[in-house]
């Protein structure tokens, strides 16, 4: 064989790997928006029913988390929230929680992964830790 018929056939070799490994990269591309589609369509459970004015206390952040099947461990993971923060909250610990401000995005971040009105629940739960713990 020639050196040049070898540059032609490595050249052929190095465009068959390249597209093998686009195919490859494409294929698990899908795959992973497969298994993300795939868990968007799981049906979640129904919400327990909650009174057009109904104020947002732990409890019923809880009661609707438990409904949803999901663990303290598991909102936590997903919503990148400590679970510290998640117990404070669920329990009404006022005086354990962060300032208003990081309160009002935990709140907002727990409230889109329970598939709640993150505004609802946040003005709801900060008027009563306001209210309880005599802050405004």
Do not use: C, W
């Given at each position: 064989?020639?050196?040049?018929?070898?540059?032609?056939?490595?050249?052929?070799?190095?465009?068959?790997?390249?597209?093998?490994?686009?195919?490859?990269?494409?294929?698990?591309?899908?795959?992973?928006?497969?298994?993300?589609?795939?868990?968007?369509?799981e049906p979640r459970p129904r919400l327990?029913?909650?009174?057009?004015?109904?104020?947002?206390?732990?409890?019923?952040?809880?009661?609707?988390?438990?409904?949803?099947?999901?663990?303290?461990?598991?909102?936590?993971?997903?919503?990148?929230?400590?679970?510290?923060?998640l117990e404070n909250v669920e329990a009404d610990r006022?005086?354990?929680?962060?300032?208003?401000?990081?309160?009002?995005?935990?709140?907002?971040?727990?409230?889109?992964?329970?598939?709640?009105?993150?505004?609802?629940?946040?003005?709801?739960?900060?008027?009563?830790?306001?209210?309880?713990?005599?802050?405004?």
């Open positions: 064989m020639s050196p040049s018929h070898n540059r032609v056939s490595a050249g052929r070799q190095l465009r068959e790997a390249q597209v093998l490994a686009q195919d490859s990269a494409i294929a698990t591309a899908e795959a992973a928006l497969a298994q993300v589609a795939a868990r968007t369509r327990p029913d909650i009174p057009a004015d109904a104020e947002f206390n732990g409890e019923l952040l809880r009661r609707v988390r438990e409904t949803r099947g999901y663990t303290l461990q598991q909102v936590a993971d997903r919503t990148r929230i400590s679970s510290r923060h006022y005086t354990a929680l962060p300032a208003q401000v990081y309160l009002r995005g935990i709140l907002m971040n727990l409230a889109r992964e329970l598939g709640l009105d993150p505004l609802r629940v946040s003005r709801s739960y900060l008027a009563l830790a306001s209210e309880k713990s005599g802050k405004k």
